[in-house]
Each structure stands twice: as C-alpha cells, then as structure tokens.
C-alpha cells in the first residue's frame, strides 16, 4: 500500500518562529509536491522536486522554502512564520509527466501560527 | 495565467441521483485532466484522468467528458451514494509537465 506520510496531522507556531513540515513518501517516485489548501481557493501549489536536490518554485513560494536531500523526504520550511501561513498544508508523491497523472497525497498537516 | 476553475461551488443531490461537476480550464497546453476527491480529514486522491486527444472515459460510476471547444470538463457520478460525500477538485497537467494544477473545489452532498 503506497504511502505519503506527513510527520504531523496539528501544529500550533508562534509567529516568527521557524518551522519545518516533514513528509515521507515509500512510493520511489520521483517527483513530490508541498501544497496548501485555503477555504475557497482550492489547492496552491507551493513548491515542488522532480528529484534529489532539485526543486522548482510553485504558483506562491513567497515565505518558504524546501530541501530535499533524499529521494523519500520532501521538507517544507517556513523561514518566520506568520500569521498568514495558518493553512491546510498537504504534500503528495506521484510520477507525473512520465504517463501517469496520479499524485499520492498525505493526510495534510493544519498549521496554526499565533 | 494559467487556471482551472469551477462553476458551482456547492453541489447537493438526492441519494440514487446522477451527479454532474462542472470545471472550465483556460490552458489550452493541457495534457491530462484529472478529477480528485477528497474526504473531510483526508488528502485528495484520484478518481479518474482523460488525456487532451479523448472526449470520453468512462470508470466505475463515473464518466469524465471533455470539451475542447469550449474548455469545459464534467464528472459524472452515477446513482450517488452517501459516501461521494466530498469536495471535487478538477486538475490538469500540462504535456511533459511534473506539475499538476488544481481547481477551487466543489463539495458535493448527497442527501439520503
């Protein structure tokens, strides 16, 4: 059963802090992807990674940053938290754009920054 | 820029009911569409895809067609069920593309 895990379902931050957001995906694929999801605006796509060490700037990379130092580990870092950041933050796995457009997502980790 | 969006934001139908989810797309560079669902609690997951050169595929229960003319994508649940419950998302991924890009959603509720 393929998996993308996210290491936390709640976060509560304060703003200004750093914050990392950890996901994990058993699936060997190449490409994985942090979104976040707001009330109304559907998903926005923040960044994504078509392979180790490579990454690619989504449609609101403002604020955030990645690192992907090994094939099954995407991280989402958040430099200083704000409050503008609280959000539904979901990351998925998947070999799109070598024949498949099926993207595995995790269960999505609701950031809260006070 | 490039966008997909929907026409209803909010969707209830009778239970045994077909359903119908509408999405219009503006990029005409797009490869795939896709439909996901995503349940309350749960990361979206993957209905059912139709590439750019069909009109029509068909899954379980459900029917995706395509309209090129018009830009327009539907999804079609047949004799709905209490658990299609959920948001729709319409996605597309653009030829050679890693990116998917997602409509704003259409939650669907099925009245029993």
């Known amino acids: 059963d393929v998996k993308v895990t996210q290491s936390s379902r709640y976060l509560v931050k304060r703003t200004g802090e750093k914050v990392f957001l950890e996901c994990v995906q058993d699936m060997d694929h190449e490409n994985m992807f942090w979104y976040r999801q707001d009330p109304g605006l559907g998903l926005r796509l923040i960044y994504f990674s078509y392979d180790v060490k490579m990454k690619e700037k989504g449609d609101i990379p403002e604020g955030y940053s990645v690192s992907r130092e090994k094939k099954e580990r995407f991280s989402l870092i958040l430099e200083s938290a704000s409050t503008n950041q609280t959000s539904m933050y979901l990351c998925a796995g998947s070999n799109v754009g070598v024949g498949t457009t099926e993207a595995f997502f995790g269960q999505g980790t609701r950031l809260t920054v006070v | 820029g490039e966008s997909v969006g929907l026409h209803l934001p909010t969707l209830s139908v009778q239970e045994g009911d077909n359903s119908i989810i509408n999405c219009a797309y503006s990029?005409?560079?797009?490869?795939?569409f896709i439909w996901y669902k995503q349940e309350s609690g749960k990361g979206p997951q993957f209905i059912i895809d139709?590439?750019?050169?069909?009109d029509k595929r068909q899954g379980q229960r459900v029917t995706v067609l395509l309209n090129k003319t018009v830009k327009h994508l539907s999804l079609q649940i047949a004799a709905t069920q209490p658990g299609d419950s959920a948001v729709y998302f319409c996605a597309y991924s653009g030829a050679g593309s890693y990116q998917l890009t997602f409509g704003k959603g259409t939650k669907l509720s099925v009245i029993p």
């Open positions: 990029n005409s560079a797009s490869d795939y």
């Open positions: 139709i590439r750019s050169n069909m």
